[in-house]
């Protein structure tokens, strides 16, 4: 797909998209980077083509690699100017460090990182079997897997 397709695309998806919507940001990118850039193609081009009589919440994810101090939150860094961004064209905002929907996600990769261990003992009911995880943790993650694919794509 041409950058030009995929711009005219993007603005035809965010002036159609409806109620909430939502945006998953790495917070513990490496370097200077950082989770969200005034210059991306979000800020750019998907932000400015949202519309606020049609978009109710612009809920932001922002998920942290697992063993890392999170470089970034919600009331820390370039969040915050996204936030300002986001208020800016009348639309509402919430945000989330590290929601444990996407947590499960990570953890279902890495099952015996100290962080899952705790995560998964207080979650749900989910039982560890040996070193691996339940059935129904598995069809949760899976489930789940779809769901973020489907989202990643509309963002």
């Given at each position: 797909?041409?950058?030009?397709?995929?711009?005219?695309?993007?603005?035809?998806f965010?002036?159609?998209?409806?109620?909430?919507?939502?945006?998953?940001?790495?917070?513990s990118?490496?370097?200077?980077?950082?989770?969200?850039?005034?210059?991306?193609?979000?800020?750019?081009?998907?932000?400015?083509?949202?519309?606020?009589?049609?978009?109710?919440?612009?809920?932001?994810?922002?998920?942290?690699?697992?063993?890392?101090?999170?470089?970034?939150?919600?009331?820390?860094?370039?969040?915050?100017?996204?936030?300002?961004?986001?208020?800016?064209?009348?639309?509402?905002?919430?945000?989330?460090?590290?929601?444990?929907?996407?947590?499960?996600l990570?953890?279902?990769?890495?099952?015996?990182?100290?962080?899952?261990?705790?995560l998964?003992?207080?979650?749900?009911?989910?039982?560890?079997?040996?070193?691996?995880?339940?059935?129904?943790?598995?069809?949760?993650?899976?489930?789940?897997?779809?769901?973020?694919?489907v989202?990643?794509?509309?963002?």
């Open positions: 797909m041409t950058g030009l397709t995929f711009a005219s695309t993007s603005i035809q965010a002036h159609g998209a409806r109620g909430s919507i939502g945006l998953l940001l790495n917070g990118n490496s370097g200077n980077r950082e989770a969200y850039s005034s210059t991306s193609f979000f800020a750019t081009v998907e932000l400015p083509s949202l519309q606020p009589s049609l978009v109710t919440l612009v809920n932001i994810m922002v998920a942290n690699d697992l063993g890392v101090t999170a470089k970034e939150t919600c009331s820390t860094g370039s969040l915050l100017r996204l936030q300002s961004d986001v208020m800016k064209r009348g639309l509402s905002y919430s945000c989330v460090d590290n929601p444990k929907d996407i947590r499960y990570q953890c279902a990769n890495n099952p015996t990182n100290s962080e899952c261990q705790v998964l003992s207080s979650s749900w009911g989910l039982h560890r079997v040996g070193t691996g995880i339940s059935n129904s943790w598995i069809c949760f993650t899976v489930t789940l897997i779809a769901f973020v694919s989202l990643a794509n509309l963002v």
